[in-house]
């Protein structure tokens, strides 16, 4: 593992796993997970994956909170994988909570850390750009499909939900030069909020993020009008908001869009 041997390890712990998993330690588990994902081996890592989630479940009180703090902890200590890896466990603990705003909360909030945990992969390892794309956003979306499947979420706090966990994969899409589905996400998001909150949408946070990046990924595909149009709902999307957790993080954000609107269109009339 140290040497980055990581096809010689993956035969090992292959060989080690397939006697039987039950004996297999959860810390060779996380390890042989982290091998697997490493060596693009999705279809061995989900099933590894899986049989943590089992062994948590039937061996310990698992608490979806505390395992989304661990995945935190492997965060900051820059075990990226490791922290991808539980936070897709808390994922599916969270589906065990009994009320389903607090499953769609505790989804969103796993696929914010796997957003963050992307994020931190590429800028200490850029070359795993084409890894990101092929297994972690697909995985992102795997986890948007547990709140899509809550048939007893209410339809505004699905559309929410739904719609952060598409801001954060749109954000990885374009770490990763994916532009098309950048841009898809975020019109998706955009639709299902104005479809669940109609005028109401506007006085949500999510919308403002949504349609900054519709102008961002204008911006980027040199598409300057429609840019300047979404850059323009974005501030006064933000400035409608009521949903911010302060006054100063609201004016950060309605900045952000400014800023970026005054890039391509620095006039007195960009504000």
Not at 59 to 70: A, M, S
């Amino acid at each position: 593992m140290k040497e980055k041997n990581f096809e010689a390890a993956f035969n090992v712990f292959s060989n080690r796993y397939s006697l039987s998993p039950a004996l297999f330690r959860a810390s060779y588990l996380r390890n042989f997970y982290v091998v697997a994902f490493r060596m693009n081996k999705a279809d061995k890592a989900m099933q590894v994956r899986d049989d943590i989630t089992e062994l948590l479940r039937s061996h310990t009180e698992t608490n979806p909170d505390d395992i989304k703090r661990f995945a935190k902890g492997c965060l900051d200590k820059g075990k990226h994988f490791e922290a991808m890896l539980f936070y897709q466990i808390a994922a599916a603990t969270f589906m065990d909570k009994p009320l389903p705003k607090d499953r769609a909360f505790g989804v969103r909030w796993c696929v914010l850390g796997m957003k963050n945990a992307a994020e931190r992969l590429l800028k200490t390892e850029p070359s795993y750009k084409a890894l990101v794309q092929l297994c972690v956003t697909p995985l992102m979306r795997e986890m948007v499909h547990k709140i899509q499947a809550m048939n007893d979420l209410d339809i505004k706090s699905r559309a929410v939900s739904e719609a952060w966990c598409l801001h954060y994969i749109g954000i990885v899409d374009g770490l990763v030069g994916n532009w098309t589905s950048f841009e898809s996400e975020a019109s998706e998001a955009v639709k299902l909020l104005r479809s669940a909150y109609l005028t109401d949408a506007s006085r949500l946070q999510v919308l403002g993020a949504c349609l900054n990046n519709l102008g961002y990924v204008c911006s980027v595909t040199n598409r300057k009008e429609e840019a300047i149009k979404y850059y323009r709902q974005a501030v006064d999307a933000k400035k409608r908001a009521c949903d911010y957790s302060s006054d100063k993080e609201k004016q950060k954000d309605i900045e952000l869009s400014q800023n970026n609107l005054k890039k391509i269109c620095p006039t007195p009339g960009s504000n």
